[in-house]
């Protein structure tokens, strides 16, 4: 093989390389177009259009990407805030919840010692004497 031979294979194998390359960025691109909502392309109109079908080209393409991704990583932020916001208003709620239950099993067990009565009164009562004879 030939110094010629050598360098036009080198040339044939860099180009091989190169366009690979280009088809690899290509599809990507293409890939791209495909995630990324047409609402985000709406304001491009016909003019502005870098290819000849109306399509938005590779650069136009990258930076819609780029507000995608910047549009969605605000929702999840508004998310994750939304999110902290119910679960402490649940906590707060489900407190409340237990503080109200205690309050009502307190004034349940005070309600009922108030209306107990020793088995000395209730027996006295029966024959009618002590503050329990009022009531029978």
Do not use: C
């Not at 930076?63 to 605000?74: E, T």
């Not at 309600?111 to 027996?123: D, G, P, W």
């Amino acid at each position: 093989m030939s110094k010629q031979d050598n360098t036009l294979a080198g040339v044939t194998t860099s180009n091989n390389s190169s366009n690979r390359r280009k088809d690899n960025i290509n599809e990507k691109i293409a890939e791209l177009l495909q995630l990324i909502p047409e609402r985000f392309f709406a304001d491009l109109g016909e003019k502005n259009t870098g290819t000849k079908d109306g399509r938005p080209n590779k650069g136009q393409i990258l930076s819609r990407a780029v507000d995608y991704i910047s549009w969605l990583q605000g929702e999840i932020d508004s998310r994750n805030r939304r999110e902290v916001q119910l679960t402490l208003a649940l906590e707060a709620q489900q407190l409340q919840l237990q503080q109200q239950q205690q309050h009502d099993s307190v004034q349940h067990e005070s309600e009922s010692q108030h209306n107990r009565h020793t088995v000395a009164e209730e027996m006295l009562a029966q024959i009618g004497v002590g503050p329990l004879a009022e009531q029978n």
